[in-house]
Nanobody, 122 residues
């Protein structure tokens, strides 16, 4: 299984970015996929997830601003981020696991992308 993140960059506060995660080699019929982020000096935090039934979950900090979606034809996961704030600055990682349970800490996710940096300036 390979996850390749892209789409990060530098934007000003209030701006938007769309992260993409190209997924290959994933053959499980059930899954949970999503995005974690890690700011400098802090732990990895779940941002948004989607399971194989299409149910989505968001961190409180992401609700109303971020949208997770998937294009199964393109095997790609997306994270649309609007109204970005400086506190959103972090390395963002695409993640996946074969169980549809999207709960649990970061170590329950078996597959990780290489990360894409998002920097939001005030």
């Amino acid at each position: 299984v390979q996850l390749v993140d892209s789409g990060g960059g530098s934007v000003q506060s209030g701006g938007s970015l769309r992260l993409s995660c190209a997924v290959s080699g994933y053959t499980y019929s059930t899954y949970c996929m999503g995005w974690f982020r890690q700011a400098p000096g802090k732990g990895r935090v779940r941002v948004a997830t989607v399971d194989s039934a299409g149910s989505t979950e968001y961190a409180d900090s992401a609700k109303g601003r971020f949208t997770i979606s998937q294009d199964n034809d393109k095997n790609t996961l997306y994270l649309q981020m609007n109204s970005l704030k400086p506190e959103d600055t972090a390395m963002y990682y695409c993640v996946a696991k074969s169980r549809p349970d999207c709960g649990g800490a970061y170590w329950t996710y078996s597959y990780w992308g290489q990360g894409t940096q998002v920097t939001v300036s005030s």
